[in-house]
């Protein structure tokens, strides 16, 4: 299993929109609708964000939203703010009870 | 509030087994199946394996000769044991949870991790 590609960074001012790509293969993001979207901030354990490609948890803003199409799933945060500076990573479940997950995007709020 | 906390040597010499706890506070084991997840300095995840509450296992193939994972319900605490290990396994060791949901009476795996451990440093060197 090869790593799900990302965008190594992405950024954007304060109230604007970002989306960050998360490209795999017809093995993974393509065959299942199991992805997910973990955010990590420095030094401090991942937190799920989206999961099953489009859903949120409890207490997630509506400001993160997940979608995806063919091979390639995306991860948009509208309304842009300052905490939401940090790493996000994708996750797909790839079959035969295994994830693989993706090289992860550095988010920089300008 | 579910909790998980890692536990373990900070500190492995190379070519000998790294070894991790994960103790689950707050909530039940069952149905639910347990990961381990690591992350090398500066760089991404990488999803290690799973055992569920019954004692299933899968690994990450790319280890998969080397890990060992085991589960102790009565203790809530599952572990990882990596053998022969290099500076390659230095990482921070996480573990967390991947939830379930019922529908039609019937237990579905979530396939994603809702609660993480804050992770485990573990350094190979001698």
């Known amino acids: 299993q090869s790593a799900l590609t990302q965008p190594r960074s992405v950024s954007g001012s304060p109230g604007q929109s970002v989306t960050i790509s998360c490209t795999g293969t017809?093995?993974?993001?393509?065959?299942?609708?199991?992805v997910s979207w973990y955010q990590q901030h420095p030094d401090k354990a991942p937190k799920l964000m989206i999961y099953?490609?489009?859903k949120r948890p409890s207490g997630v803003p509506d400001r993160f939203s997940g979608s995806k199409s063919g091979n390639t799933a995306s991860l948009t945060i509208s309304g842009l703010q300052a905490e939401d500076e940090a790493d996000y990573y994708c996750c797909s479940y790839a079959g035969s009870n295994t994830y693989v997950f993706g090289i992860g995007t550095k988010v920089t709020v300008l | 509030q579910v909790q998980l906390q890692e536990s373990g040597p900070g500190l492995v010499k190379p070519s000998e087994t790294l070894s991790l706890t994960c103790t689950v506070s707050?909530?039940?084991?069952?149905?639910?199946?347990w990961n381990w997840i690591r992350q090398p300095p500066g760089k991404g995840l990488e999803w290690i394996g799973y055992?569920?509450?019954?004692?299933?296992?899968n690994y990450n193939a790319s280890l998969k000769s080397r890990v060992t994972m085991s589960i102790d319900t009565s203790k809530y605490q599952f572990s990882l044991k990596l053998t022969s290990v290099t500076a390659a396994d230095t990482a921070v060791y996480f573990c967390a949870r991947e939830n379930y949901f019922l529908s039609s009476g019937y237990y579905y795996r979530g396939r994603n991790f809702d609660y993480w451990g804050q992770g485990s440093l573990v350094t190979v060197s001698s």
């Open positions: 099953d490609v489009s």
């Open positions: 017809s093995s993974d993001v393509g065959d299942y609708n199991y």
């Open positions: 707050g909530g039940s084991m069952n149905n639910y199946y």
């Open positions: 055992i569920s509450y019954s004692g299933t296992t």
